[in-house]
């Protein structure tokens, strides 16, 4: 069946530092891939999205590719500021439109 | 401002007492869902509803109901709670066939 395996965190960082959270996913088909980010308390927002293969989707300085060979879809930013402490999650679109969740990865960055 | 509210933000209840988490969208989606979040994975969907009157069960719907009797309303049903539901709690809409969810703001639910 489908899913998503993202790295285990917590990832620590310190402020300024280059980030990569990794992503594969397993599917039949080229699904919609997302990233999702959940701040402390809140809910979840939609970080970027990419719709196909080769695809890059960008916001707010994080991009991810869409790789078909790989099947991957890594998360990664140049600069992280502390701001940026949250669990990420990556997700995938199934061909029946439910959405397929990793596991979360919680990210930490100190001043 | 599009909203996927959904009430209440937390809840400590008993085993065996029955409970409801509203959930109400204002943006006139067809699609609704609910999901779980638990510590390592991640969320797993409970149930959806495609349409008003239209609902099928997730992953893992075993302990819920839920209902759509107008569309902008899917109601979480849980008629006899468990410790093992103590859970954080979403409630979600899609947004078209590529664009993901919405997702409301969370249900922390503590069953003792």
């Known amino acids: 069946g489908n899913s998503v395996t993202q790295m285990e965190g917590p990832v620590t960082l310190s402020e300024e530092a280059f980030l990569t959270i990794n992503c594969t996913y397993t599917?039949?088909?080229?699904?919609?891939l997302f990233w999702y980010v959940q701040y402390p308390g809140e809910g979840l927002q939609l970080l970027l999205k990419a719709t196909k293969a080769d695809d890059k989707g960008s916001n707010k300085g994080f991009e991810a590719t869409y790789r078909k060979e790989t099947t991957s879809f890594h998360l990664e930013k140049g600069s992280v500021q502390v701001s940026d402490s949250a669990v990420y999650f990556c997700?995938?679109?199934?061909?029946?439109?439910?959405?397929?969740f990793g596991s979360g990865t919680r990210l930490l960055v100190r001043p | 401002e599009a909203q996927v509210t959904q009430n209440p933000r937390y809840l400590i209840t008993v085993t065996g007492k029955k409970l409801t988490v509203t959930c109400s969208q204002n943006?006139?989606?067809?699609?609704m869902s609910w999901y779980r979040q638990d510590p390592g994975l991640g969320l797993r969907q409970i149930y959806y509803?495609?349409?008003?009157?239209?609902?099928d069960k997730g992953d893992v719907p075993e302990g819920y109901k839920v209902s759509r009797k107008e569309k902008r309303n899917f109601p979480l049903i849980l008629e006899s709670p468990s410790p093992n539901q103590t859970s954080l709690y979403f409630c979600?809409?899609?947004?078209?066939?590529?664009?993901?969810?919405?997702f409301g703001s969370g249900t922390r639910l503590t069953v003792v």
């Open positions: 997700a995938l679109l199934d061909s029946s439109y439910k959405l397929i």
């Open positions: 943006m006139n989606h067809e699609y």
């Open positions: 509803s495609m349409n008003v009157e239209v609902t």
């Open positions: 979600a809409t899609r947004v078209g066939t590529d664009y993901g969810y919405t």
């Open positions: 599917a039949t088909g080229y699904p919609s």
